[in-house]
């Protein structure tokens, strides 16, 4: 008999725990735990994931995790614990069950991981706040920050974070400066800045920058 996705998604959901932010990052810091994003690459690409995790898109997860196949990514192995996530859920549930049955033991789901393993504490470190906000604009498609536009793994305090107009201010200033320095050529400036050279002419568009000849 045929099984639906409803079926699917309940026998997967059934199958896989799902964690909190706060286990997911006791869990990091135990060590020994792979946190894998099963989207695929153009979302990645537009938001960025957390440092320190492995994507796989969700219809080569058992290609990469099977240590038998010719695909094997070699940072699988099934003693570690996996926590997966993606935008939504659904994926990450699936790609779970998925494991579970090639002889992963310890998988995780958590939809809320992202967002709370790229909060951060700061402890008085101006400079790195600033880079750390400067690389989340460049990476985000607007001009709301989303969880998944930062790139560190504590909670951090409400009175650390900018008005939106400063770190508008801040962005412009800083692809501005990477232009000059780059002497106008925008592959090489987003190269340096860490994004595609589309998403950087969106940027110099958005802000109205003028680049240097």
Known sequence: M??????MMEAANAAVPKITPDQAREMMAKGNTLVVDVRDAPEVEKSGKIAGAVNVSRGMLEFRADPDSPYHDKNFARDKTVILYCASGGRSALAGKALKDIGYGDVRLSSDAEAAL???TWPGNIRELRNVLERALLLSESNVLRGEDFRFS???P??????AQTIL???RRHIEQVLR???GRVDRAAQRLGIVRSALYKKIKKHGIVIPR
Do not use: F, G, H
């Open 2 to 7: 045929a099984t639906s996705l409803k079926q």
């Open 118 to 120: 790229t909060a951060y």
């Open 154 to 156: 504590r909670v951090a």
């Open 158 to 163: 409400p009175d650390a974070r900018p008005d």
């Open 169 to 171: 201010d801040n962005e």
């Open 181 to 183: 320095e780059e002497n």
